[in-house]
């Protein structure tokens, strides 16, 4: 469940000095911040940080937050982003209504992997807005989940879809992946059949029906609310296979094989091929298993799965025939095995003990040798009967 994707934060360190904020610093400061400015701009960034933390260290006066900014800002360009976080945490303890430090300390947090912390500045950052972005919450709603804070993620999360009047399909997704992560499921289902309710059309909400189904190991359901939403929206190959092998756990052979030909449609290989042949066989299906295999698997290489299928079928002089072409692969010795087999069953004695004692493959020359051991035995048995 936590494949969930999380957003990507942008920074909002401030490097220039514009309005009334800049015209309020003390001249020193205001000349400080100008040099730094030029050494940021000509990319020297370590020393712009050197000049603004030694100003900070030397000045009796109040630091404002466009200082910090700055050098939080400095600091994540050098790459040392434990300093940057410092700095800007600091700088809103002393600037607690500064946004900026707000939402920067919740940036450098996030880059650290303090993800709760982030949560906790986010939401910060949301309150402080003017006016409020209701994507803040997401994200902090975001950082909790990414934390393992589930409570507090489902908690943000329902704030926001409470109080937006169309929420996003993503802020949905993300609140009814937290709620199963935080042991709600039945609120998580409700929340999602409300909205899939409204917009019955939108296949994102069948998909994540059908994890709910999932979780509950509710495999009908499960393809049953997948088959809707790629009805509504194109799948890729693999959502299909995906499809396919629920299928095959409900025992559904059928649908599992007609689902994976919706997935490779024309252009399909040896082995998926071979995949849905022995989907068609299970299934009792064996002339449309054979018929797939030489229609799309028109190779040596198939011969003896084709002629194991037809031996499983019983069909034993089709499936002699079509093993021989297997003679002359690496597969030999295993044709070889099972065309005994076919005349074994045929009750051709001469013909079974003859393709047995003609396999030299270690891997079946041993099992070739039981059977050998009851031909003698049947042989012997006949001659005793004639005398």
Known sequence: MKSISIFSILLLAIFC???????????????????????????????????????????????????????????????????????????FGLHPDNVHLCRNTAVTAYKLERYNEAGRFLEKTYAL????????????????????????????????????????KEWISLAVHALLENG???????MLLRYLEQAPEDSAYWKLLAKLHMNKEQLAKTAAALEIAYRLELPSQQELENLSSIYRYTEAPLLAAATLERAYGTAINTEQALNI??????????NKA??????YSK????SLKKGQLLFKARRFNEARDALQPALGTKDAGEARFYIALCAWELKDWQKAKQELNQIIDGNFKKRASGYLEILLDIETAQMESVE
């Open 17 to 91: 000095f514009v309005g009334t904020g800049f015209a309020k610093l003390s001249p020193q400061a205001r000349q400080n911040l100008y040099k730094a400015q030029l050494l940021l701009d000509d990319e020297k960034y370590a020393e712009a940080a050197t000049l603004i933390k030694t100003h900070m260290d030397s000045t009796t006066e109040p630091v404002d937050a466009q200082i910090f900014l700055v050098l939080g800002g400095a600091y994540l360009q050098t790459g040392d982003d434990k300093s940057a976080y410092d700095t800007f945490k600091e700088g």
């Open 129 to 168: 807005q003017k006016p409020a972005d209701p994507r803040t919450l997401f994200q902090a709603g975001s950082m909790y989940y990414k934390g393992d804070n589930f409570k507090s993620s489902v908690k943000v999360l329902q704030k926001l879809i409470a109080q937006t009047k169309n929420p996003d």
């Open 299 to 302: 190779n040596t290489s198939t």
């Open 184 to 190: 709600q499921p039945e609120k998580a289902k409700s």
């Open 290 to 295: 054979v018929n797939y295999m030489d229609h």
């Open 277 to 286: 042949a022995a989907l068609y066989a299970s299934a009792g299906r064996i």
